[in-house]
Each structure stands twice: as C-alpha cells, then as structure tokens.
C-alpha cells in the first residue's frame, strides 16, 4: 500500500494562494494516477483535481481555472496550486490514489481562507 503525506496547508485571505504537496512513498508512483479530494464540514468529500500517470490533468467545475495539479515523477510528489482562493475552499484536503484495488489517503491539510 502507498503511503501519503500531505503538507502545505494554512491560513490565507481571499484571493490569496497556496501550494499543497503530497509525498508518495514507493517506487511505482509513477505508474499511478493522483488525485486531490476535499472536505468541508458538514459535507462530502469532493473531487478537486486528479493527474494521470502520463500528467493529463482533469478538474471539476469549481476548481477548474483557479487550481492546478502537477507531479514530479523524481520526487514521488503531486502538487495542488491554489490561487484566488475563496471562503468556501476551506477545506481539509487529501490525497489520494488507488492500485490493484487497494485505495491509498493522507492525512490530510487544513485549508482555512478567510474573507
């Protein structure tokens, strides 16, 4: 099973940015797809972005034109770029990725924006 480690979440204004990063460990991250998924309280987790093993990247309707996912296949990392980030972003955010049936999440990262 591949572990996940996510990092750079925090606290940011409206319209501001952030970059959250997982870290995959294994060797067959680059065989995976990845994905970023979210959850606010009170609701379901929600799909934000996902990135195929050869980096086509695909995005829902609320993401799509202010996040960007990308990988770095040497590093065993995706990333998410955040920017003109809103109120309602705020949001604990996974990583995730599945292989051979066996499904794979992290932590998690705090994302809080304020207006």
């Known amino acids: 099973q591949v572990q996940l480690v996510e990092s750079g979440g925090g606290l940011v204004q409206a319209g501001g940015s952030l970059r959250l990063s997982c870290v995959a460990s294994g060797s067959i991250f680059s065989s995976n797809n990845m994905y970023w998924y979210r959850q606010a309280p009170g609701k379901q987790r929600e799909l934000v972005a996902w990135i195929t093993s050869g980096s086509t990247t695909n995005y829902p309707y609320s993401a799509k034109g202010r996040f960007t996912i990308s990988r770095d296949n040497a590093k065993n990392t995706v990333y998410l770029q955040m920017n003109s980030l809103k109120p309602e972003d705020t949001a604990v955010y996974y990583c995730?990725?599945?292989?051979?049936?066996?499904?794979?999440w992290g932590q998690g990262t705090q994302v809080t924006v304020s207006s």
């Open positions: 995730y990725t599945t292989r051979s049936g066996r499904d794979s």
